[in-house]
């Protein structure tokens, strides 16, 4: 079955602009999250998302942001974005046994 | 709070070599313990996972043991090919009674294996 898709792979944006991203997960997975990897941080959880519910969230300013539609698709938004900003932002899906998460290819973000 | 420390990197072996990757944990109550790898330019994809102590996780030839006692889950494989190059993450996170985590995983930073011919 088809993996996780993000859409777009690639952007670049420049400070002060807002970036939405978009995640579709494997079918029949009702949960979505949402990481930034840095080489600085690493790998660092945003938010989950359950039947268009925020379940879970990470330690972002409020500039980040998502949401969950009625197919389990999610978006996430960044706002007056930042030099910082500038990562790969992975989203990973889960199905029934949440346990193991399967990740996207990631978009890759660079704020100018 | 929870966290997770990989042994540092870049590790570089010969094919055919023995790898051990260490990974050592602090965690507030008993977590679940996994590998991923993230091949290049490509998302993670889970290797192998343990949920509870003395468990042995395997998959494809890598190994890693949950020892409680020593907050470890170091990655074993006896013999590295040159299509083992990746980074290698350790994570962990817990799981509710239904087995879901909330979508929450706690990384280490990562460690470059590099195999040569």
């Known amino acids: 079955k088809a993996g996780v898709t993000q859409t777009p792979r690639y952007l670049i944006k420049t400070r002060g602009q807002q970036v939405t991203l978009s995640c579709s997960p494997i079918s029949g997975h009702r949960s979505v999250s949402w990481y930034q990897q840095t080489p600085g941080q690493g790998l660092q959880f945003l938010f989950e998302y359950f039947s268009e519910t925020q379940r879970n969230k990470g330690n972002f300013p409020g500039r980040f942001s998502g949401r969950q539609f009625s197919n389990s698709r999610s978006e996430m938004n960044v706002s007056t974005l930042e030099l910082g900003d500038s990562a790969l932002y992975l989203c990973?899906?889960?199905?029934?046994?949440?346990?193991?998460?399967?990740f996207g290819e990631g978009s890759r973000l660079t704020v100018l | 709070g929870d966290s997770v420390t990989q042994m540092e990197g870049p590790v570089t072996l010969s094919e055919e070599a023995f790898l051990t990757i260490n990974c050592t944990y602090t965690?507030?109550?008993?977590?679940?313990l996994f590998w991923y790898v993230q091949y290049p330019g490509e998302g993670l994809q889970l290797l192998l996972k343990?949920?509870?102590?003395?468990d042995k996780g395997s998959n494809k030839g890598f190994e890693a043991t949950y020892r409680k006692e020593t907050t470890s889950f170091h990655l074993e494989k006896g013999s590295v090919q040159v299509s083992d190059s990746a980074v290698y993450f350790c994570a962990l996170t817990y799981l509710n009674a239904g087995g879901t985590s909330y979508g929450k995983l706690t990384f280490g930073q990562g460690t470059i294996l590099t195999v040569h011919p």
């Open positions: 965690a507030t109550g008993y977590p679940s």
């Open positions: 990973a899906s889960s199905g029934p046994l949440g346990g193991e998460l399967f």
């Open positions: 343990a949920t509870k102590a003395d």
